[in-house]
């Protein structure tokens, strides 16, 4: 049983115009196994919540604290917070020009475990997870992330959340730019890393859509930096019925 | 004493002590290159340290008697240093403004006889190859010949029997100068003229070694034969000549490495290395330069192809202060083709002045360059490359692709591409790009696990892979971990 906590955590990014506060007092815990949807309209801070927990060096931790079982997050680079058990499915993944799929996963599956995966048993759980995403076979010979589509990026995401078998995972808007069967896919490897690992989850989204599929125990309502409001999945279908106008503050709705 | 070495590098990577690292250090000096340069150790220097500075006629008299040369080639010498002496250093490229001519060793002589097995070596200079992993590169037959120069001279030489009775001759450049000197009279200096330019009359006068490879009609050596260049005295110039000549429908690939001690004060290398390619004949020619960073390495190869042959330079520069090479293929017969892979890396202090040039002089003729440059802690890369097409060459065609990683902000990348077109029916292609590794690429590869050095040197390997992909399997691990070595400590 892991913990993920955040706490009163404020975070500001340096910009053309100075310096900008996105988020302001987040506090939220996770134990394993549970799934957190974050829901919220854009700009709202949801993957700056992300990207920091994940610690991308472009975000300025101002104030707060990140713990994984009482451990300081925050003191970690994003190697040892790799390697401590968290994950982050980008919105965004990156291309590697020249390094395979087949490289790439044994590099980093090697630099989590600290010692490489026997290579027999370790081939075969990548085909196997390959076949269960529906990626063709042909993916592990093409260089990480160059030329695939959308979804075909997000699929691969979600390959190296079930092969890294992480305590917590971060999925940052996965289900943007998903037809309804890559969606349903991605869906299952989410579910499947979460009953086969007990992995604990922080699931961020514009839409409920997902939500048919990987069923959340708790969603929070991010606006404008903070948690507007928290509840269960009954919250999730009242957002599907009436939108977020109720949280934003008259200035921001009438934008 | 390997056992040892081994022992202590263990210890060195599995620690984090500055105590416990100094004391492996000081109990193993050979290890202080650990993570910067792997092969800056030096041998005793009985024979360096005796050997004259500077350069004129006696000099060159001397080389030429101990040799017992032909008149011709003395004669040959010392036009040679006439040129040298003429032309003015070159101020286009790289700085050399601080290559002290005077200072320099023109002719170590460190053994007697020429080996013919490795245990025949004295034992420091076998213990160098065997550090470098020759004699196992031979043993596991990754080559099917090798020749090993110390200094000025091939102090080993082997070629496996087969190719010896098919006619291949693959020997040091002084030895087949006796007994091949049919070829000497028709071949050397014939591509590259005595006074081509500074470096090349330099090396006509004082050169010493290289390898001569002849490969009759129709043979294919299909495993690689190997030189390795190794400096081993302080302000050492090392000259060797390489003749290689492909006759029809033939192929041989050729592979030559290079290694050097870590001094204070600098030496140079300036090697000439012409190549003939015979009608329909395909010659392979790899190099992976890592020398320490205090060799000057200027060096003139040139290649000329017949009717329907085909050249192809792979170029790896690694080490070294300064380099300036520009490997050139001039395309004399219709259909000939040449073609450039050159990879260069350029660390704190260092300048990588390299590219390629193509000289169609036949219709029908094609070329490529493929460039890819890194640099990063201030390191300088230039791609310096020249086309040309001249009248009549019609129907030829030629791409250059020339791309730069920057690793940081404080290095520098340039492009000089000069391209002389004079015909009409041509077709030509350029694509230059410069990148950057950005933040989000190592955020990505850093948030799977990787530490930020190995997160770089894996961007870094994957820029370079359509080279490295090029290289026989053992050189490609082998350009790997150079990247590796050399990426560690690049971040801070």
């Not at chain 2, 004669?75 to 005077?102: C, H, M, N, V």
């Amino acid at each position: 049983m892991s913990t993920l906590e955040i706490k009163d955590l404020h975070v500001s990014i340096e910009t053309d115009q100075g310096t900008k506060d996105i988020l302001k007092g987040v506090s939220l815990t996770i134990n394993s196994g549970e799934i957190h949807a974050i829901m919220g309209p854009n700009g709202s801070g949801k993957s700056t919540l992300a990207s920091t927990i994940a610690g991308h060096p472009r975000y300025d931790v101002t104030k707060g604290e990140i713990l994984l079982d009482g451990e300081d997050v925050l003191e970690m680079g994003a190697d040892e917070r790799a390697q401590a058990g968290l994950f982050l499915a980008m919105q965004y993944p990156v291309e590697v020009p020249g390094v395979t799929m087949t490289n790439f996963l044994r590099t980093a599956k090697t630099a989590i475990e600290g010692e490489a995966p026997k290579l027999r048993t370790w081939t075969k759980e990548v085909k196997d997870a390959m076949e269960k995403l529906r990626i063709d076979a042909d993916f592990a010979n093409r260089n990480v992330n160059e030329g695939f589509s959308g979804g075909e990026k997000k699929r691969v995401e979600i390959l190296q959340l079930e092969l890294f078998k992480p305590k917590f995972a971060i999925l940052d808007e996965t289900d943007s730019g998903l037809d309804i069967d890559a969606l349903r896919v991605v869906s299952e490897g989410v579910n499947r890393a979460h009953e086969d690992n007990g992995m604990g989850t922080l699931l961020i989204t514009h839409y409920t859509r997902i939500l048919n599929y990987i069923k959340p125990s708790f969603v929070h309502v991010f606006v404008d930096g903070k948690v507007a409001e928290q509840g269960g999945p009954e919250l999730a279908d009242e957002l599907e019925a009436n939108g977020y106008d109720r949280f934003l503050t008259p200035a921001a709705a009438a934008v | 004493m390997t056992e040892q070495i081994a022992k202590a590098e263990e210890v060195l990577r599995n620690t984090n002590d500055p105590g416990v690292i100094q004391k492996v250090l000081d109990d193993n000096p050979e290890l202080k290159g650990l993570g910067t340069y792997e092969y800056g150790w030096s041998d005793s220097d009985t024979a360096g340290a005796t050997a004259k500075r500077g350069i004129d006629t006696s000099v060159v008299e001397d080389i030429s008697n101990k040799k017992s040369e032909p008149e011709w080639m003395l004669k040959l010498r010392k036009k040679g240093l006439k040129y040298f002496e003429r032309k003015p250093q070159p101020t286009w490229g790289a700085d050399l403004s601080e290559i002290d001519f005077d200072n320099i060793k023109y002719f170590v002589r460190s053994t007697e006889k020429q080996a013919q097995t490795w245990e025949d070596l004295p034992e420091d200079i076998r213990n160098t190859y065997e550090r470098l992993g020759i004699p196992e590169a031979e043993r596991e037959r990754l080559v099917s010949g090798v020749a090993a120069q110390y200094e000025s001279e091939v102090v080993y030489h082997q070629i496996r029997e087969d190719l010896e009775e098919q006619g291949v001759i693959f020997m040091d450049t002084d030895t087949a100068l006796k007994e091949h000197p049919e070829f000497f009279e028709e071949y050397f200096g014939s591509v590259i003229p005595v006074g081509d330019n500074k470096f090349a009359a330099l090396n006509t006068a004082v050169w010493s070694g290289g390898s001569f490879v002849y490969v009759p009609k129709g043979v294919h050596v299909e495993i690689p034969l190997q030189a390795y260049f190794r400096i081993n005295t302080e302000n050492m110039g090392q000259f060797e000549r390489t003749l290689i000549i492909a006759d029809e429908g033939s192929y041989v690939h050729y592979i030559e490495g290079c290694t050097a001690p870590i001094y204070n004060t600098d030496s140079l290398h300036s090697a000439v290395v012409e190549i003939i390619v015979r009608k329909n004949a395909r010659v392979r020619y790899t190099t992976i330069q890592n020398w320490s960073t205090n060799v000057y390495n200027l060096v003139t190869k040139r290649a000329i192809v017949d009717e329907g042959g085909t050249m192809e330079w792979i170029d790896g520069n690694i080490g070294s202060k300064v380099t300036m090479k520009y490997p050139a293929v001039y395309l004399t017969g219709e259909h000939a083709k040449g073609e450039t892979l050159s990879v260069a890396f350029a660390g704190a202090g260092q300048h990588q002045d390299t590219g390629s040039k193509m000289v169609h002089m036949a219709p029908n003729t094609s070329s490529s360059i493929v460039s890819k440059s890194v640099a990063r802690s201030g390191g300088r890369a230039s791609y310096r490359g020249l086309v040309q097409i001249n009248p009549e060459a019609k129907g030829s065609a030629n791409s250059v692709v020339c791309d730069a990683l920057l690793v940081d902000t404080i290095s520098k990348t340039d492009t000089y591409p000069y391209i002389d077109i004079r015909e009409d029916d041509v077709t030509l292609g350029h694509e230059a790009t410069v990148s950057k590794v950005s933040e989000d690429q190592l955020f990505y590869l850093m948030s799977r696990g990787l530490a930020e050095d190995e997160a770089m040197a894996m961007i870094v390997r994957g820029f370079i892979e359509p080279i490295a992909r090029e290289l026989p399997m053992e050189y490609a691990l082998e350009l790997n971990r150079l990247i590796e070595l050399q990426m560690e400590g690049s971040v801070g």
